[in-house]
């Protein structure tokens, strides 16, 4: 079935690195723009950015630019986020998305992972 | 950024109740705007996608509507597994924004 899975909750020290997997199984994977979204704990969901699988072409929120980074590899159907300089603020479940349609103009999520937890705590 | 103001933030309702969620644009985004359904501890469920057309699987008794900055989810009887909360989302430009959220709880 059409489905994303996300690796495992990590624990970060303030100012470490984290990089999360994001695996399609069940749809082409480079049809779609995978989308990142995070949520605090007790906050709303934020949207991060994108990564087109077909090109890697990426759009990031200003607020995350340069400090996220998004990657994919078509081979392994998977998508990637690193986030650097990691900070208390950024302890939250991050998920990836797919639009509910192909290429990078829908911004309409109908297929969700299961999410990440990354807790930053010194 | 465009910013998305959902109300109430929480609402109290029984089964069998029609209820109904209001979402404002801080600019006009068109039919722009999705609604999902999360529960505690899951991923969000997209419910309503372009203001009004309904996701695949979801059922009937959810309805939204709106265009320009003022949007409505409408679910028409309350049933015991609606008790979530929602979030409104624009998706007519990045970077894509999402409201607060309203927490739809059992009265």
Known sequence: QVQLVQSGAD????GAS????????G??????????VRQAPGQPLEWMGWINAVNGDTKYSQKFQGRVTLTRDTSASTAYMEVTGLRSEDTAVYYCARPRMRGIWFGDFSVWGQGTLVTVSS | DIQMTQSP???SA???DR????CRASQRISSYLNWYQQKPGKAPELVIYAASSLQSGVPSRFSGSGSGTDFTLTI?????EDFAT???QQSYTTPYTFGQGTKLEIK
Not at chain 2, 76 to 80: G, K, R, V, W
Request: contains cysteine; aromatic residues 16%; hydrophobic residues 40%.
């Open chain 2, 86 to 88: 929602y979030y409104c």
């Open chain 1, 27 to 36: 749809f082409t994977f480079s049809d779609f723009a995978i989308q990142w």
């Open chain 2, 9 to 11: 933030s929480s609402l």
């Open chain 2, 76 to 80: 028409s009887s309350l049933q015991p």
């Open chain 2, 19 to 22: 209820v109904t969620i209001t």
């Open chain 2, 14 to 16: 029984s089964v069998g």
């Open chain 1, 18 to 25: 984290v990089k999360l997997s994001c695996q399609a199984s």
């Open chain 1, 11 to 14: 624990v970060k020290k303030p």
